[in-house]
T-cell receptor, first 113, second 113 residues
Framework: GQSLEQPSEVTAVEGAIVQINCTYQ??????LSWYQQHDGGAPTFLSYNALDGLEETGRFSSFLSRSDSYGYLLLQELQMKDSASYFCAVRDPPRDAGNMLTFGGGTRLMVKP | ETGVTQSPTHLIKTRGQQVTLRCSSQSGHNTVSWYQQALGQGPQFIFQYYREEENGRGNFPPRFSGLQFPNYSSELNVNALELDDSALYLCASSAGQGARGYTFGSGTRLTVV
């Protein structure tokens, strides 16, 4: 089976840097994704790592270490609008049965002034 | 380009009833997946449709079924509703099964009483 662990809640102040960790145990692996979801909103794709290393997209960066089954999302220059839930998700390898995302339980980020 | 749209946004049903939820995928996207998100949890994969056929299914009973139409829109049907079916149902579309990221709709909030 698949399981992903991430902290349930993180609090940080505006302008700071925050790192949200994700560890996973999966029977198959084809990449680690990150999604942002505001209350009552749709999950929004942030980043995807298929290979080890750091991917940077503006204020957000994501890191993957496949040997450690570990990844993190780094948010810099935090803004109030970054207050949301963040989910890591593992993608199964493509196969005849399709490919699905298995999500972690989510990390609720609260940004304070 | 339009994103993923879902209808209705909210729905209240009685235990034992049947429900149909609808999803219009983003323009150019031919793959549609459905997820169930309980309050405070990450989305859980229900199934995926590609070229009008189900090609991947999560750990959900057969009373959860779906359709994909030639225009790539999709329906999720749930029979014999149970109280535990109360959740946010999310539709996600992608351009093929190898996409890096999925575009999610804002979901249908289903309450079973």
């Amino acid at each position: 089976g698949q399981s992903l662990e991430q902290p349930s809640e993180v609090t940080a102040v505006e302008g700071a840097i925050v790192q949200i960790n994700c560890t996973y145990q999966t029977s198959g692996f084809y990449g680690l994704s990150w999604y942002q979801q505001h209350d009552g909103g749709a999950p929004t794709f942030l980043s995807y790592n298929a290979l080890d290393g750091l991917e940077e997209t503006g204020r957000f960066s994501s890191f993957l270490s496949r040997s450690d089954s570990y990844g993190y999302l780094l948010l810099q220059e935090l803004q109030m609008k970054d207050s949301a839930s963040y989910f890591c998700a593992v993608r199964d390898p493509p196969r005849d049965a399709g490919n699905m995302l298995t999500f972690g339980g989510g990390t609720r980020l609260m940004v304070k002034p | 380009e339009t994103g993923v749209t879902q209808s209705p946004t909210h729905l209240i049903k009685t235990r034992g009833q049947q429900v149909t939820l609808r999803c219009s995928s983003q323009s150019g996207h031919n793959t549609v997946s459905w997820y169930q998100q309980a309050l405070g949890q990450g989305p859980q994969f229900i199934f995926q449709y590609y070229r009008e056929e189900e090609n991947g299914r999560g750990n959900f009973p057969p009373r959860f079924s779906g359709l994909q139409f030639p225009n790539y829109s999709s329906e999720l049907n749930v029979n014999a509703l149970e109280l535990d079916d109360s959740a946010l149902y999310l539709c996600a579309s992608s351009a093929g099964q190898g996409a890096r990221g999925y575009t999610f709709g804002s979901g249908t909030r289903l309450t079973v009483v």
